[in-house]
């Protein structure tokens, strides 16, 4: 495992990819990355993570900002939760570590937000501190590397991950290293299909490619089928104006903004036009969109309104139509609002 350990952080240190949180060892980009990186793929997050870092530069900028900026500089990357805890986060940095974050594990799964994978990355990637981390991407190597058959949701595998992962780190020279060359073992060589076993620097001992079990594992729990939910949403124009709501506390997408929406009973209903009388309608390209395990149907139309809503709508405004792409948008209403500019 010795010889693990060091084959891959070796291996980590000719071939990491040039990405822009690794330019710097100050934790607050690498915590600000981290974060943007959990539910989505790097070359997505790229873009928000510059955005981000020039509007708030320093945990400060980010403690004292309105939360509706920090949003709207979210908006499109989904999981809303973690923008709302990363200000929350840098606002007890502040008030409790002045501006600084701990270098002990207890302390930092303090902060809000900083769960113990967070922790494990700050600690290790900033501080080169010995401490593990274990994500999706940990999961599948090891899942191979020790030829893991049960699921990997079981608490016991679940622990086992985190013991192998403390047991690596502590063995090398550089945790920075070999916790970023666990995970970028999993990113790019290591991947979910075909994995590139013959460029792979732990291949020697792997259990899986001397099985050939690699497109078997790591075996996962079969996901719940999603339940379907059928919206009519709709973009209503009055002048050069467009209406939304605001979402309130304990709705999907709580604080972003979106187009008021009616669920439909039915796929069947879900699929005819509105009846607003005397109300020009166009109907605009069907959109599709998850939420934890629902995938939700939605017919949006546009409809040129005169006078009163033909719907009952709360906590709404008018917003120009310039002004409306730049407000914190869910990402639902984000691609309805690109549909309407099309
Ligand atoms: S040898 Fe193949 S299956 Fe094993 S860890 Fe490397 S890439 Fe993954």
Same mark, same amino acid.
């Given at each position: 495992?010795?010889?693990?350990?060091?084959?891959?952080?070796?291996?980590? !240190?000719?071939?990491?990819?040039?990405?822009?949180?690794?330019?710097? =060892?100050?934790?607050?980009?690498?915590?600000?990355?981290?974060?943007?990186?959990?539910?989505?793929?790097?070359?997505?997050?790229?873009?928000?993570?510059?955005?981000?870092?020039?509007?708030?530069?320093? @945990?400060?900028?980010?403690?004292?900002?309105?939360?509706?900026?920090?949003?709207?500089?979210?908006?499109?990357?989904?999981?809303?939760?973690?923008? !709302?805890?990363?200000?929350?986060?840098?606002?007890?940095?502040?008030?409790?570590?002045?501006?600084?974050?701990?270098?002990? !594990?207890?302390?930092?799964?303090?902060?809000?937000?900083?769960?113990?994978?967070?922790?494990?990355?700050? @600690?290790?990637?900033?501080?080169?501190?010995?401490?593990?981390?274990?994500?999706?991407?940990?999961?599948?190597?090891?899942?191979?590397?020790?030829?893991?058959?049960?699921?990997?949701?079981?608490?016991?595998?679940?622990? @086992?991950?985190?013991?192998?992962?403390?047991?690596?780190?502590?063995?090398?020279?550089?945790?920075?290293?070999?916790? =970023?060359?666990?995970?970028?073992?999993?990113?790019?060589?290591?991947?979910?299909?075909?994995?590139?076993?013959?460029?792979?620097?732990?291949?020697?001992?792997?259990?899986?490619?001397?099985?050939?079990?690699?497109?078997?594992?790591?075996?996962?729990?079969? !996901?719940?089928?999603?339940?379907?939910?059928?919206?009519?949403?709709?973009?209503?124009?009055?002048?050069?104006?467009?209406?939304?709501?605001?979402?309130?506390?304990?709705?999907?997408?709580?604080?972003?903004?979106?187009?008021?929406?009616?669920?439909?009973?039915?796929?069947?209903?879900?699929?005819?036009?509105?009846?607003?009388?005397?109300?020009?309608?166009?109907?605009?390209?069907? =959109?599709?969109?998850?939420?934890?395990?629902?995938?939700?149907?939605?017919?949006?139309?546009?409809?040129?309104?005169?006078?009163?809503?033909?719907?009952?709508?709360? =906590?709404?405004?008018?917003?120009?139509?310039?002004?409306?792409?730049?407000?914190?948008?869910?990402?639902?209403?984000?691609?309805?609002?690109?549909?309407?500019?099309?």
């Amino acid at each position: 495992m010795l010889n693990a350990v060091q084959s891959l952080s070796q291996w980590y !240190r000719r071939k990491a990819r040039p990405l822009p949180w690794r330019e710097s =060892q100050n934790p607050y980009p690498i915590w600000i990355s981290e974060v943007m990186l959990q539910q989505t793929q790097v070359a997505a997050v790229i873009p928000y993570f510059h955005r981000f870092l020039e509007r708030f530069p320093t @945990l400060k900028t980010l403690a004292i900002a309105p939360l509706p900026d920090v949003l709207a500089l979210w908006s499109g990357l989904g999981y809303y939760s973690r923008a !709302r805890n990363l200000q929350k986060g840098a606002q007890y940095l502040m008030a409790h570590h002045e501006g600084n974050f701990p270098r002990t !594990r207890e302390e930092i799964e303090r902060v809000p937000g900083i769960g113990p994978y967070t922790a494990g990355a700050i @600690l290790s990637i900033a501080f080169d501190l010995p401490e593990a981390i274990v994500d999706g991407n940990v999961q599948r190597v090891f899942a191979r590397y020790y030829g893991i058959q049960e699921e990997i949701e079981s608490p016991a595998i679940q622990k @086992l991950f985190w013991t192998e992962a403390k047991f690596w780190v502590a063995k090398a020279k550089s945790p920075r290293d070999l916790n =970023q060359a666990l995970m970028e073992l999993g990113a790019t060589v290591c991947t979910k299909s075909m994995p590139k076993c013959d460029l792979c620097p732990i291949q020697n001992s792997c259990t899986a490619l001397a099985k050939g079990w690699q497109a078997d594992l790591p075996r996962k729990r079969p !996901r719940k089928k999603p339940v379907d939910l059928w919206w009519k949403t709709y973009v209503f124009e009055k002048g050069n104006a467009l209406f939304l709501k605001q979402n309130g506390a304990g709705e999907w997408w709580e604080g972003l903004w979106d187009f008021p929406s009616v669920p439909s009973l039915t796929k069947e209903g879900w699929g005819q036009e509105p009846s607003f009388p005397n109300l020009p309608s166009r109907r605009l390209a069907a =959109q599709e969109h998850t939420v934890t395990h629902h995938r939700i149907h939605v017919a949006p139309f546009h409809i040129d309104l005169k006078g009163k809503f033909p719907i009952k709508v709360e =906590q709404g405004e008018w917003f120009l139509k310039e002004k409306a792409e730049s407000l914190p948008l869910s990402s639902l209403a984000r691609k309805i609002l690109a549909a309407y500019l099309c």
